[in-house]
């Protein structure tokens, strides 16, 4: 039940204000973004922690990259990679060798398309038969997002998640995605469970939302407010 922060220094007091649930974990930084100087302090964490979520808000700086492509190799996972995590990996693929077996990777098609090759347009178009063949060729989970979600499992299991809408099109939207998926994963379930529950409760949850709102008007925060009555429903489903 436990959700550590690591973040830079100077940021960690507005963190620690918007997000008083999570313990924050100050580290050194160069003009608000991290480095890989903060690898020890983080892989201490880590040894406490049952996943790691590496992504959102890490930022495009090369030092920061550095610094995900160096947590990849030191610690043991089972990680969520989104975001800036997935640039990290695009730009060096080698780093995709080592996440074998304990990774999920949640892109949407543009990230995907750095890390496969083409274009996003060409993933949209044959997303189910590119995902599935990425997770068998690098021993991942992937969770390719869009209309539909697809979730392919290395051993060729292919899942098309039949919930949620185009107000998920919003930027952050996915953020929260890769943090359900996360928490599930930490909560027990394997890494499999957890890709194929996280996006269908997402997806239930704007569905939530646009039985009396627009779907245009869905905000990532709104998720969160939407998300206990998505698992309540689900819960009494079972």
């Known amino acids: 039940g436990l959700v550590t922060l690591p973040a830079a220094r100077s940021l960690v007091p507005i963190y620690a204000t918007v997000l008083p649930e999570a313990i924050t974990l100050p580290l050194p930084e160069r003009d608000g973004r991290l480095t890989p100087e903060g ?7 880590a040894d406490r922690a049952a996943v790691v979520a590496v992504g959102p808000g890490l930022s495009r700086d090369p030092e920061a990259l550095e610094l995900a492509r160096r947590l990849f190799e030191r610690l043991s996972g089972p990680f969520v990679v989104d975001a800036d ?6 730009e060096d693929p080698s780093s995709l060798r080592g996440l074998a077996g304990r990774a999920i990777l949640t892109p949407h098609p543009g990230e995907f398309a750095a890390l496969a090759g083409g274009t996003a347009a060409e993933v949209d178009a044959a997303r189910r038969d590119a995902a599935a063949e990425f997770a068998a060729e690098h021993g991942v989970v992937v969770v390719l997002k869009g209309r539909p979600t697809v979730i392919a499992e290395p051993e060729g299991t292919v899942y098309v998640n039949p919930t949620g809408n185009t107000g998920l099109a919003t930027g952050g939207s996915g953020d929260v995605l890769a943090g359900m998926v996360a ?4 909560g027990g379930a394997s890494l499999e469970t957890a890709a194929r529950t996280g996006p269908y409760l997402h997806g239930h949850a704007a569905d939530i939302w646009a039985r009396t709102r627009s779907e245009r008007s869905l905000l990532p925060s709104d998720l969160l407010e939407i998300l206990p009555g998505a698992l309540r429903e689900v819960e009494q489903w079972t």
């Open 85 to 90: 995590a997935l640039v990290a990996l695009a």
């Open 39 to 45: 690898l020890p302090e983080i892989a201490r964490a």
């Open 183 to 186: 928490g599930l994963a930490a």
